[in-house]
Nanobody
């Protein structure tokens, strides 16, 4: 089992920045691909960004390219989502997830999920 706990969400004005963190415990963190997903009210959960085991490969959905950056620190068992130039449409609950398949944008490729952290961007 892997336990994931997100933090860092909050209320921010459009154009602002936030850094989300996800602390992992349980099994060896570096054995897992990590991802961030988000779910807005009334919408399906969508992939935001992912990172490979060592951090050498990152990938993200088009709507956040150039604004969001995913990173990880395997010594701290933590994955981050750095969010810049935030927009009202980024408002959602953000979830981190751990999986085995590098490069996948599908939630089915991830086995463990955190409880989520709310990000609200005001216009």
């Amino acid at each position: 089992q892997v336990q994931l706990v997100e933090s860092g969400g909050g209320l921010v004005q459009a154009g602002g920045s936030l850094r989300l963190s996800c602390a992992a415990s349980g099994r060896t963190f570096s054995n897992y691909v990590m991802g961030w997903f988000r779910q807005a009210p009334g919408k399906e959960r969508e992939f935001v960004a992912g990172i490979s085991w060592t951090g050498s490969m990152t990938y993200s959905t088009d709507s956040v390219k150039g604004r969001f950056t995913i990173s990880r620190d395997n010594a701290k068992n933590t994955v981050y989502l750095h969010m810049n130039s935030l927009r009202p449409e980024d408002t959602a609950v953000y979830y981190c997830a751990a999986g085995r398949s590098r490069g996948s944008y599908s939630s089915t490729a991830y086995d463990y999920w955190g409880q989520g952290t709310q990000v609200t961007v005001s216009s």
